[in-house]
């Protein structure tokens, strides 16, 4: 049943029951009772209906009228039944000021101090002003009259006076409650019911007092009480009653003319009564007048002060508000102008008040108009706000609620959310109109920053959009069948031609691809990936392969899209140049071959298979014997000519299974898998050596390169490590045993390696203390025998293994370049041992000194050697340096340059071992030397082969033509001797003449032998 139907019932009620009780004196008692019940039972049915915040006020008001009910009741039948002429006192008083006024008083009081209304000073302040001035005329007409009644006992004066003094104070609860409130339907009934019992309870009090007509029951004067009884029965059933216990804002407190009249009357009241009293010369309520006068004036002296403060808090708002105006002005973002508004309600409110502070964006929409218009303030119970709108606001009890509304808003829609302020209700009323201006402003703040937003978004899209057109990736939007909807223009580069919508984007890719994006698309539609990238082959112009870098976004939760969005970017190029670059990583650039990378990765594979498969593997390190005398000599271009062909060679030599890889330099390894024992991997060794040692067509020249080879297999090594390590070391060994050489690791090569490490080690210490020794072997004149030089030979006196030869340690001096400071001393004895010759003759001969190419490439030697032979003051004439051939075919500017210094400063040159190298006879014309010294091999049987004797008396010819002088070395036989005498040789050197001997012995035998000029 509705509110207006429930309504309309009580009153017809009401009507009935009053127009009975007129028309039937007889049952006065009973239709009083009824009429009274009815207004308790509206109010209790009013409370259960309507459900206000606060229903206790209510309740206590519903037991009050039924208590005034049943003291009307009861007055009537002790004056009907009973019959007892106007009873007083009686239980009926008892009633109304035991039960019916407190309980009305406690009702009233609890309506207006519920809300926020109850809390407004000024209208407490006008409503007392009121009453005051009502309860003088009160006194006057009706308390006083009863004071000096001298028929009336004490009691009787007593109760007399409590009812208007309980009237005064109704009036006074309802005055603040009409003052300080909106008149909503149940304000104005609450109203209309209370001066209806003021009216009739003063009318009855004159009736009492004998001014004016007497009461008599069903007389005029109880439509006074029916009307409190319907008016306050109908205010509880109104709806509007909930407005009375609701959290709302108070009216405004402004003194609009009907509030000034009304205030003006009630502060005129005492003047006119003492003006009155003094035409009549009446002083008896002087002083009551004057109390009254006196308490008007301090009420509008604290109205004045409640307005000074009230301007000093609006001036303070003002500042906050201008603060927090400047603040949203400069906010850029939602969290700076919810800072801001937090800021704001912070200086709004006194320090230390708690509240909190919200700004829902994403509150609903308001239905109300008037909301949207921009309709203020309004208090709610944060309970009803929801449980997360409640815990940001700190469960507070109250909160104002303001709309964040901007009118004429260009988007359209005004409602940009709601900002909450919770803290007390007291404080909260007093901020009403500074909670609307601030909510102002920050709905202002946020629509210009939505606004920015727009424009930058749309400036946004405007940009991408620019990026999409000219992007030269390819992007499209699929549908719901893998079907294109949107393909950008730079489609039309990649596939010949703008895809048509609806063309399956599988159709654009080759089929192994297909494969491969199809399940791509299905992990995206399924949720598995949120984005997915991978490489696919496409289709370009006239099926050209296109390799293609896929990124696969799902944004078909996205309004604007709806699809999946597919990213194309071709990387042909950049694949090539990966690969290429991943080639030129794992292989060497000049053969092509795998390098030390690939190859480790290689050998570690194959040493896993031959543990799977029981098989062996092996592997073969090779150096070029004499690949730095080619480089050298014929330059860098022809020496890469040789590596290149080299390892053609190799890669010829093995299966398609085995591996042949650079490792740097001239240094080559194969990796030989699948061998059945070691003697196969020897086999391939044997290969290899061979195909090395026939000569190579480099250019225009025919090149010997020969290679040494190490060997290892997985018969000695347990893994790669082993391998490489132990096949270095029989490389190490093959070379020590001379060139075009192979050597398979085995046990007793690691101790060789092993004692030529350790005689390296010991030549250090050698160095340091000076352990060698010099021996000389005379060079003589064939023809007389007399000697004409004598060539220095190191020797090394070891502390443990003896007087070495050169032939146990020079190679290891050469390797490591300890040769450099053993040639230095060499030097340096030598001549301080020739220098003690020239005593025995003359001149004394000349001391001849092996240099090696290592020694005379060490910068500084040719000043090392002149400077030592200033200092042993030795004419220059008497030195001869011997040089091999190999560095005298160096293309080196700096070699010849130093050999032209050491023949200027009158040293000669002599070139050892002639014949062994790669110099031709020819060559010689271009050679800076002296004397040429033919190797013993020449020598040997040039007295019994007639073509031996050929070749010498050869290379003899062509060293006069040059202005050579020969050297004939290893001279062991006297038949040869005199072959070569007989050849035009002169000089010579070998165990024939003389043994090397020591320098003391060299001494003894220079006196003995004649000294050749």
């Not at 006068?293 to 303070?316: D, E, K, T």
């Not at 062509?958 to 020969?966: D, E, K, Q, R």
Request: with cysteine; net charge negative.
């Amino acid at each position: 049943m509705s509110s207006r139907r429930i309504i309309a019932i009580f009153t017809v009620v009401m009507i009935v029951l009053t127009g009975v009780y007129y028309a039937r004196p007889g049952w006065h008692i009973a239709i009083w009772t009824a009429i009274g019940t009815a207004s308790a039972v509206g109010v209790a049915v009013g409370v259960a209906r309507n459900r206000p915040r606060r229903k206790l006020p209510w309740l206590l008001l519903s037991v009050g009228i039924f208590a005034f009910a049943m003291g009307d009741s009861t007055y009537i039948f002790l004056t009907d039944v009973l019959g007892q002429p106007q009873p007083f006192p009686s239980l009926a008083d008892a009633i109304y000021l035991g039960l019916f006024f407190p309980l009305a008083a406690a009702g009233l009081i609890g309506l207006a101090r519920t809300s926020a209304a109850g809390r407004d000073r000024a209208s407490l302040l006008d409503a007392l002003a009121l009453t005051i001035g009502l309860g003088l005329l009160s006194w006057l007409f009706l308390i006083d009259p009863y004071v000096h009644a001298d028929d009336l006992t004490w009691v009787q004066k007593a109760i007399s006076i409590a009812y208007p003094l309980f009237d005064v104070l109704v009036l006074a609860i309802l005055a603040r409650l009409v003052i300080s409130m909106r008149l909503t339907p149940s304000v104005l009934l609450m109203a209309i019911g209370g001066v209806g019992m003021l009216v009739a309870d003063v009318l009855y009090g004159f009736s009492r007092l004998g001014i004016g007509a007497s009461w008599l029951m069903g007389g005029p004067i109880d439509l006074g009480w029916i009307v409190f009884y319907a008016a306050w029965g109908l205010a509880a059933l109104h709806p509007s009653m909930v407005a009375l216990t609701d959290p709302r804002v108070p009216a405004r407190s402004a003194l609009t003319v009907r509030r000034v009249v009304l205030l003006t009357l009630s502060t005129m009241i005492a003047p006119t009564v003492l003006i009155v009293q003094a035409i009549r010369h009446d002083d008896r309520y002087v002083g009551v007048s004057a109390a009254v006068a006196a308490a008007m004036f301090l009420l509008v002296l604290a109205r004045l002060y409640g307005a000074a403060s009230g301007y000093r808090g609006v001036v303070s708002r003002e500042r906050a508000l201008r603060e927090s105006g400047a603040a949203l002005v400069s906010a850029s973002d939602v969290a700076d102008v919810s800072e801001a508004v937090q800021a704001a309600v912070r200086r709004l409110l006194p320090p230390g008040h708690a509240h909190r502070v919200v700004l829902a964006l994403d509150e609903p929409e308001p239905d109300s108009a008037a909301t949207l218009s921009g309709g203020g303030v309004s208090f709610v119970y944060t309970a009803t706000l929801g449980p997360d709108l409640t815990s940001r606001l700190g469960h507070m009890e109250v909160a104002a609620k303001c709309p964040l509304v901007v009118t004429h808003r260009a988007a359209g829609d005004p409602y940009l959310g709601t900002l909450f302020v919770a803290a007390g209700e007291a404080t909260l009323a007093t901020l009403r109109e500074a909670i609307e201006v601030l909510a102002s402003q920050a709905a202002l703040a946020l629509d210009r920053i939505g606004l920015a937003w727009e424009i930058t978004r749309r400036r946004s899209e405007e940009y991408f959009r620019t990026l999409v057109q000219n992007n030269s990736d390819v992007i499209l939007i699929l549908d719901a069948g893998d079907r294109i909807r949107y393909a950008s223009p730079s489609a039309g580069a990649m596939f010949g031609g703008d895809p048509l919508p609806g063309t399956p984007v599988l159709d654009l890719l080759d089929a192994a691809s297909r494969i491969v994006a199809r399940r791509m698309l299905n992990l995206l539609r399924t949720g598995e990936r949120g984005m997915t990238q991978d490489d696919w082959v496409a289709l370009g112009p006239d099926d050209a392969r296109v390799q293609v870098e896929a990124s696969c976004r799902d944004l078909r939760a996205e309004p604007t899209v709806a699809g999946l969005v597919l990213t194309l970017r071709d990387v042909t190029e950049r694949r090539r140049l990966e690969q290429e670059l991943t080639h030129r990583a794992f292989h060497d650039s000049l053969t092509g071959l795998p390098n030390r990378v690939l190859f480790h990765d290689r050998l570690q594979h194959a040493l896993g298979r031959a543990a799977r498969n029981e098989t062996m593997v092996g592997v073969l390190f090779i150096d070029l014997d004499d690949f730095k005398v080619i480089n050298d000599t014929m330059g860098h271009a022809c020496g890469d000519e040789l590596l290149v062909a080299a390892s053609q060679r190799l890669t010829a030599e093995l299966s398609a299974g085995d591996t042949a890889a650079r490792m740097g330099g001239d240094e080559f390894v194969a990796l030989i898998e699948d061998a059945r024992d070691p003697e196969e991997v020897e086999r391939v060794a044997q290969r290899v050596v061979a195909a090395f040692g026939k000569p190579y067509l480099i250019g225009d020249n025919v090149v010997n390169g020969p290679a040494s080879i190490g060997i290892a297999t997985t018969a000695e090594a347990i893994d790669g490590d082993d391998l490489l390590r132990q096949a270095d070391l029989a490389l190490y060994v093959a070379k020590g045993a001379g060139k075009g050489q192979w050597r398979r690791y085995q046990a007793a090569l690691h101790n060789q390696v092993l004692d030529r490490l350790e005689l390296r080690a010991e030549l250090d210490q050698a160095i340091v203390d000076r352990s060698f020794v010099l021996q000389y072997q005379p060079i003589v004149d064939l023809r007389t025998g007399a000697a004409s030089g004598l060539e220095a030979l190191v020797r090394w006196q070891h502390p443990t293994r003896g007087l070495l030869a050169p032939g146990r340690f020079i190679d290891v001096a050469e390797e490591s370049g300890q040769i450099v400071p053993i040639g230095d001393w060499v030097i340096e004895q030598a001549l301080a041992d020739a220098a003690q010759w020239r005593g025995s003759g003359e001149d004394g001969p000349y001391v001849s000194i092996n240099v090696s190419a290592r020694q005379f490439s060490d910068p500084g030697f040719v000043d090392r050697a002149l400077q030592r032979l200033a200092a042993a003051a030795l004419p220059a004439d008497r030195l001869v340096l011997e040089i091999t051939e190999t560095l005298l075919l160096r293309d080196d500017d700096q070699t010849r340059q130093d050999l032209a210094r050491l023949r200027q400063a009158g040293i000669r040159v002599a070139i050892d071992d002639f014949g062994t190298g790669y110099s031709s006879l020819s060559y010689l014309r271009k050679v800076p030397a002296d004397v040429l010294k033919i190797e013993k091999s020449f020598i040997d049987a040039v007295s019994t082969q007639p073509q031996q004797r050929a070749l010498v008396e050869g290379i003899l010819r062509l060293a006069h033509t040059l202005g050579l002088t020969v050297v004939a070395e290893g001279i062991e036989e006297e038949a040869d001797r005199a072959a070569l005498v007989a050849a035009g040789c002169r000089y010579g050197q070998g165990y024939l003449f003389c043994r090397p001997m020591n320098n003391p012995d060299v001494l003894t035998w220079l006196a003995d032998a004649q000294v050749a000029a």
